[in-house]
């Protein structure tokens, strides 16, 4: 392996695990919400109308 390939291997090595690493943390200490804000309640919609696909 050239120097170039070896400086690539690397950066994108610790991009991948760094981000890993950051995502964990950052989901570590913001936990998912347990409530959330009012107006957010489920109305069913989706249930009474034909299913719509954007294809």
Known sequence: MTGVAIAFLLLA??????????????????????????GGEDDHREDEAPVERDT
């Open 13 to 38: 090595i610790v991009l991948v695990w760094g981000g890993f690493v950051a995502s964990t943390l950052f989901l570590s200490r913001h936990p998912e919400l347990e409530s959330f804000p009012p």
